[in-house]
């Protein structure tokens, strides 16, 4: 053995030379990154001091954002390498005291020790340069905070303070002079320039914008008006897709007709180097100015209120629509202002001043809108002196009437960037909420209707695929709410973007709950859930299509009753569902060392709380092993008598004779008396018992009942049909006749058959015929009635 190791040994440091090979390239390779990043980092820290804005600031987050996902995809890389190293040592085993080992067992220790080291230091390296870099972001941040906290704390001077005013009129010569240079230098610029060339350039673009703007604009609502009206799916889909489409189309047009004119300006030379900035200002504030005024227009929807999404009537539109004009139009103007500002050099009193006046005027806007919306509200009440309960929105409104007043006040007493950033902030939170709104709600009809069981993908999933149509709908649902979800995160990112937060700190936020939450010795993350999710829909899956096998090709095939074949599905069922969670657990993390502290955590409660459950559960598996109880049986459970249709693992469905369905737990079933009239195959006996007088011709009622017997084929030949005279009584014979039928539910129509018979016979032979009762049974066992209202003694023939 010992010869055989040491050739197996020697064997796997031959083959596993080259492997070594292309190892130390990976490595060499991804340390050459690690060394690149950390030299970048190290830039990056160089830079962070003088970083003052926020455009500077945000390139060096992108910068150290690089470092750590190059440090990230290199721990990744690495891991599995040292997993494979590690293997192979363990494959070569510890050397052996005494045994001189071959030189090339030898060197392959010696190099696999080298490669484990040289990866283990690269691993380590790239966990410290990722922290290093996320530190760096932190830092980042919190320069970003520091900053926006100096500002927000900076008392620039109460506007109602007349030293502010005599500080603007001492600094407006220089300001005004500045402005007349900025000035200046385009209008000199513009005459400089402009040339026929020129001139038939701005013609162009000023052409192209009133196009864009006015006939253009009106064609494409009337086209997506049209589209949702003839040819979109029906329901809530067209709304929100017609909604959306004017949103598009009403922030893309004005938004290309301001970068036409500006470009042709460009095109023709007549922008000078200083007003090229304040041209890419306009731009950018012309498209978030119509973005505003566009999405408003498509949610209230004055002139179209059946197409409308928000739920709110007519007036409610012609009052609010106003103010979203006034937002576009305050927000265009007063963020121009405050760029111009920043571009000429302004005084500092002068920008104060108009950073107040800016942020009055959304104060200003935000109260007139409440203020519409209390009176909206008002109005809309049935019973003015009943006012209507609505917490939340009562909430919102008290909330953001104090931080109004809050701004206000903080505005008059010097803090006039404090005011300003809260009246922005929440003229922005309110564009935030409608976009999320107008997404949320688009998401949700697109993933309702597209997935839906009544839409064309829908009918191919499940004539493809298989899948019914309660699990298409229910894939639309969870896909709209994975989306909204994600919107939601967005928004959230959105909102809390002035405060220097903005959307990359949510995913990041997001991505440090991906990594896992650690619950024991269990770590879950969201990749680990979707992963057992998958594995679980795969294993159901698998265990769908091996039913599938079992119930239409392969049981069909043996010589199983129907209740045998129910049997065997129901159990192989079970075992699959088992099988599925465990196998999805496993994805999950948790093994089944685990499962078993789990479940025995659980026993006790499951020996108390849930007893009748398990119980059930448990006699179930016995009505399925031993099937006392079948699939069809004929079977009575106290004064109720039925067929079983299905049997489940905690109860069986029977159906009584008035076609209700008694379902009955499986351990009344184990552990009480049941009545199985068709366990062993039974037959139907008819029993028909009545008396004759003494005169009439005997032989002959046994002539006629035994002819009656044979003219039913129903009735069998063996056992053989039976006519006795059971005594004689006050002058008459009484009969005793028995038949015998193929089931016990036969018996009842096939004995009412032979008496409607016989009574005729009886009345043409002139045969008088006395009442005795009738009944009957199955052989075997206690006399039983099959009538669904009354029971053997009341029935007569």
């Known amino acids: ?52 804005d926020d455009k500077a600031r945000q390139a060096l987050r992108d910068r150290a954002q690089v470092v750590q996902t190059t440090a990230a995809d290199a721990v990744r890389t690495l891991t599995p390498e040292m997993a494979l190293v590690q293997a192979r040592v363990a494959e070569l085993g510890a050397a052996t005291p005494g045994v001189v080992e071959a030189p090339e067992i030898r060197t392959e220790r010696r190099l696999l020790a080298q490669s484990q080291s040289a990866i283990d230091s690269a691993i380590k390296r790239a966990r410290l340069i990722g922290i290093e870099a996320k530190q760096q972001i932190d830092d980042i941040g919190a320069a970003e905070a520091e900053e926006l906290g100096q500002q927000l704390s900076e008392n620039t001077g109460s506007p109602l303070s007349p030293t502010l005013w ?7 010569p220089r300001d005004s002079a500045r402005l007349m240079r900025f000035v200046n230098t385009e209008i000199r610029q513009f005459g400089a320039r402009f040339d026929m060339r020129a001139g038939t350039g701005l013609a162009i673009g000023i052409l192209t914008a009133l196009i864009l703007v006015v006939p253009l604009r009106r064609w494409l609502h009337g086209v997506g008006r049209r589209y949702a009206t003839n040819h979109a799916p029906g329901g809530r889909l067209r709304r929100s897709a017609y909604a959306l489409w004017l949103v598009v189309i009403g922030t893309a047009l004005p938004g290309f007709a301001a970068w036409a004119i500006v470009a042709s300006l460009r095109w023709g030379g007549l922008v000078s180097p200083a007003w090229s900035r304040f041209g890419a200002i306009f731009v950018g504030i012309s498209w978030f100015a119509a973005f505003v005024s566009s999405l408003g227009g498509a949610l209230l929807l004055r002139s179209q209120p059946t197409w409308r999404l928000l739920p709110i009537g007519d007036a409610a539109a012609q009052a609010l629509r106003p103010y979203s004009w006034m937002a576009a139009a305050l927000i265009f103007g007063g963020q121009l202002l405050i760029a111009t500002n920043l571009l000429i050099g302004v005084s500092a009193p002068a920008s104060s001043a108009a950073n107040a006046l800016v942020a009055l005027l959304h104060i200003v806007l935000l109260g007139a809108i409440l203020v519409t919306l209390g009176r909206l509200r008002a109005a809309a009440l049935p019973d003015p002196a009943k006012p209507a309960r609505n917490t939340l929105l009562a909430i919102v409104a008290t909330l953001v009437w104090l931080v109004l007043v809050a701004a206000f006040f903080a505005g008059l007493i010097g803090y006039v960037n404090l005011a300003l950033k809260v009246a922005t902030w929440l003229v922005w939170g309110a564009i935030v909420g409608a976009t999320l709104y107008l997404m949320m709600t688009f998401t949700d009809d697109a993933c309702r209707t597209l997935l839906s069981s009544g839409n064309r993908l829908g009918r191919s999933a499940n004539s493809g695929f298989g899948v019914d149509n309660k699990t298409v709908d229910q894939i639309g649902v969870l896909l709209s709410a994975v989306l909204r979800l994600l919107l939601i995160m967005l928004a959230v990112g959105a909102v809390m973007a002035p405060f220097g937060a903005g959307v990359g700190s949510a995913f990041e936020l997001f991505g440090t709950v991906a990594n896992g939450i650690t619950i024991g010795q269990v770590t879950i993350s969201p990749g680990a859930v979707l992963r057992s999710i998958a594995v679980l829909f795969v294993a159901l899956a698998i265990m ?88 069809g049986d004929l079977v009575r459970i ?45 037959i139907g006996r008819i029993q028909l018992q009545f008396s004759v007088p003494l005169e009439e011709d005997l032989d002959a009622v046994r002539a006629m009942l035994f002819a009656a017997f044979a003219e039913k084929h129903e009735v069998l030949d063996h056992p053989e049909s039976k006519v006795f005279i059971d005594s004689i009584d006050a002058g008459r014979a009484k009969f005793n ?19 409607f018979t016989l009574l005729r016979q009886f009345r043409e032979a002139g045969i008088e015929v006395g009442s005795t009762a009738t009944k009957m049974e199955i052989v075997g066992g206690t006399p039983t009635p099959f009538m669904p209202d009354q029971s053997p003694d009341q029935n007569r023939a």
């Open 544 to 631: 769908r299509g091996l039913q599938h096998w079992l119930v239409n090709s392969y049981l069909p095939t043996t010589a199983m009753d129907a209740g045998a074949q129910n049997s065997v599905t129901m159990v192989a069922r079970y075992a699959g569902i088992i099988a599925a969670v465990l196998w999805s657990l496993g994805a999950l993390g948790i093994g089944m060392e685990k499962l078993a502290v789990v479940l025995g955590a659980l026993s006790v409660g499951i020996g108390f709380g849930l007893q009748a459950i398990t119980q059930n559960f448990v006699s179930g598996l016995i009505l399925l092993a031993e099937r006392p109880v079948k699939i």
């Open 638 to 682: 106290g004064n109720m008598e039925g067929d079983v249709k299905r049997i489940n693992v905690r109860s069986t469905e029977i159906e009584v004779a008035d076609r209700s369905t008694l379902i009955v737990p499986n351990s009344e079933l184990i552990t009480k008396t049941i009545q199985n009239m068709t366990l062993a195959a039974p």
């Open 737 to 755: 006749c028995f038949a015998y039928v193929a089931s016990p539910r036969d018996a009842y129509p096939i004995r009412s058959e032979l008496l």
């Open 166 to 172: 005599a500080a603007i009129v001492d600094h407006f």
């Open 1 to 52: 053995m010992t010869l055989l190791r040491y050739l197996a040994a020697l064997l796997l440091a031959i083959t596993a030379l080259p492997a070594l090979a292309q190892d130390e390239a990976k490595v060499a390779t991804v340390a050459a990154s690690l060394t690149k990043a950390s030299t970048e980092l190290q830039a990056i820290d160089d830079a962070t001091p003088a970083a003052r």
